[in-house]
């Protein structure tokens, strides 16, 4: 039974907008601020953007104004708004925990091509 389940993903062209989700299990979602992560082809998985308690967020420098991290705490989800995509967004997007991540999911992917 998987815990973290992303969906959203898709194919856009340079300056297009995308919305992934994450359906958080409700133990995690509680217990735990999340975020959002990502590793493009060739490189190590990083960190994209965080919300905690009281949904304080923050954002890697090379998203900051274009990404906007959320949630719905009745819904146990967390999203990710993509604004101003460029084709260096293009990775696989996973949600987990932070600071310290679970198991990883499948992840969703993100394409930026012209």
């Known amino acids: 039974q998987e815990q973290l389940v992303e969906s959203g993903g898709g194919l856009v062209q340079p300056g297009g907008s995308l919305r992934l989700s994450c359906t958080v299990s409700?133990?995690?979602?509680?217990?735990?601020?999340m975020g959002w992560y990502r590793q493009a082809p060739g490189k190590q998985r990083e960190w994209v953007a965080s919300?905690?308690?009281?949904?304080?967020?923050d954002y890697a420098t090379s998203v900051k104004g274009r990404f906007t991290i959320s949630s719905d705490n009745d819904q146990n989800q967390v999203y990710l708004q993509m604004n101003s995509l460029r084709p260096e967004d293009t990775a696989v997007y996973y949600c987990?925990?932070?600071?310290?991540?679970?198991?990883w999911g499948q992840g969703t992917q993100v394409a930026v091509s012209s």
């Open positions: 919300i905690d308690w009281g949904d304080f967020t």
């Open positions: 987990n925990t932070l600071p310290v991540p679970r198991s």
């Open positions: 409700k133990i995690i979602f509680d217990s735990n601020a």
